[in-house]
């Protein structure tokens, strides 16, 4: 009986660490360590758009919507989306946010809405997902509330517009 195969020993390879940091340098995808990161204020602010039919904008706006208050509805849902971020994306860390604030702007000429979050916290760990997710959550619940009279409603545009804190420093979308 012959004796089982030993396990490649990878610790000789030398292979170049990936630019991607959720990455080890195996390839293979972990958690990052933030522990030796500062404890700094950290801000991220993310937007992106919905369009809709016009008529469906009109019932945004004059609060005709069979399903009650959209933006109203929908500031709540991209709150909790940012609080709840860590559950929605595996590798990202849990953050005791200190504050998420999240605009919704009407714009007719689009025809649609748009949709500002920025996320803040004291941490070791950039809020950029949360500001992303709240934007997302945001706009998934105006189409969940106004889907009956348009399922054509487009989300668009989802993007990180700046983000301060933390060793990188400053950051701003042109």
């Keep these: ?31 990052v360590d933030v522990a030796a990161k500062a404890v700094t204020h950290r801000v991220a602010t993310a937007t992106g758009c919905i369009r809709m039919l016009p008529a469906t904008l009109a019932l945004i706006t004059q609060g005709s919507a069979k399903k009650g ?13 940012a609080k709840r971020t860590a559950d929605l994306i595996p590798l990202c860390h849990p953050l005791p946010l200190t504050r998420v604030a999240v605009e919704f702007e009407i714009d007719t000429a689009l025809p649609g809405v748009t949709c500002t979050a920025t996320a803040e916290t004291l941490g070791q760990t950039g809020v950029e ?46």
Excluded at 74 to 81: D, E, L, S, T
């Design 69 to 81: 208050d959209v933006l109203g509805i929908a500031r709540i849902a991209a709150i909790q989306g």
């Design 1 to 31: 009986m012959s004796s089982p195969a030993s396990p490649p020993d990878f610790t000789s390879v030398s292979t170049p660490a990936s630019p991607l940091t959720h990455f080890d340098s195996q390839g293979q995808a972990h958690m």
């Design 129 to 174: 997902m949360e500001a992303l997710t709240a934007v997302q959550v945001g706009l998934l619940t105006i189409y969940d509330m106004c889907k009956a009279a348009d399922r054509g409603m487009v989300m668009d545009g989802v993007r990180l517009l700046e983000k301060r804190g933390g060793k990188s420093g400053h950051w701003q979308a042109e």
